[in-house]
């Protein structure tokens, strides 16, 4: 019975998923230029190896990877139709964000960072030094119309959404076809976008090929614009 339910569920995703790459061109388009911007953005990481300690680097590159990795994944839940996973994702996205800040602007941060798995003394150290909320609100939190200020914002609706908020668990009784996996794919597309951005363009990232990784950044943004989402309420 239960093995029928997940062959059942299964078979459900992938009909989401074929429909959903065959139909919502925009935010296809969207996800396309995601990976070909942080294509870019490595282009720019590998030139400012420099500019960090060993420490920075290992730990920058540990989260770089991890940043990525969670966009392919908040991609293939949405297509698949897991409009929920979205806030989880981009809950995790945007402290990955905020960590990155904090190990490229201090080195014992980074040493904390990477050191977290020693001992049970330096997981401690870790917790201490990395207060989730707060590191996110330390670096994203600018009391501005910003790049930085938007992702805080989206930061506090993935945790109301996350959380068993009033919010969250009305929102979680409706039937997934209700919902424009389209809009949220493409919100995420541009967040995503925007955490490289700030991270290119305010540490010492931003080098020689920032020009390309710019014009790439500034297509994509018209996209979203031209698609209407520009303003979207969460």
Not at 71 to 90: A, D, E, P
Not at 138 to 152: C, F, I, V
Request: hydrophobic share 35%; glycine share 4%.
């Amino acid at each position: 019975m239960f093995l029928e339910k997940l062959k059942s569920i299964i078979e459900k995703e992938q009909q989401h998923f074929l429909e959903n790459t065959n139909s919502k061109l925009t935010c296809m388009t969207l996800v396309h230029m995601t990976f070909n911007l942080h294509s870019r953005f490595d282009e720019c990481v590998a030139q400012s190896q420099e500019y960090f300690c060993d420490n920075q680097r290992k730990a920058l590159t540990g989260i770089f990877s991890n940043l990525e990795n969670e966009h392919v994944m908040v991609c293939l839940s949405l297509l698949r139709g897991h409009w929920r996973n979205m806030w989880t994702t981009g809950r995790r996205q945007v402290e990955l964000c905020a960590f990155a800040f904090e190990c490229a602007q201090n080195k014992e941060s980074a040493k904390k960072w990477l050191r977290a798995d020693d001992s049970k003394k330096k997981e401690n150290s870790y917790k201490f030094r990395f207060p989730a909320h707060e590191i996110v609100r330390k670096h994203l939190s600018r009391g501005s119309d910003s790049e930085a200020d938007s992702l805080y914002y989206f930061y506090d609706r993935c945790c109301m959404m996350v959380h068993p908020s009033l919010h969250s668990t009305l929102l979680f009784e409706l039937d997934p076809g209700e919902i424009a996996i389209d809009r949220h794919l493409s919100l995420s597309c541009t967040m995503y976008a925007r955490m490289l951005w700030i991270l290119v363009s305010e540490t010492a990232i931003s080098n020689s090929k920032f020009s390309d990784f710019e014009k790439e950044y500034r297509g994509l943004l018209g996209v979203w614009d031209a698609h209407g989402e520009g303003r979207l309420n969460l």
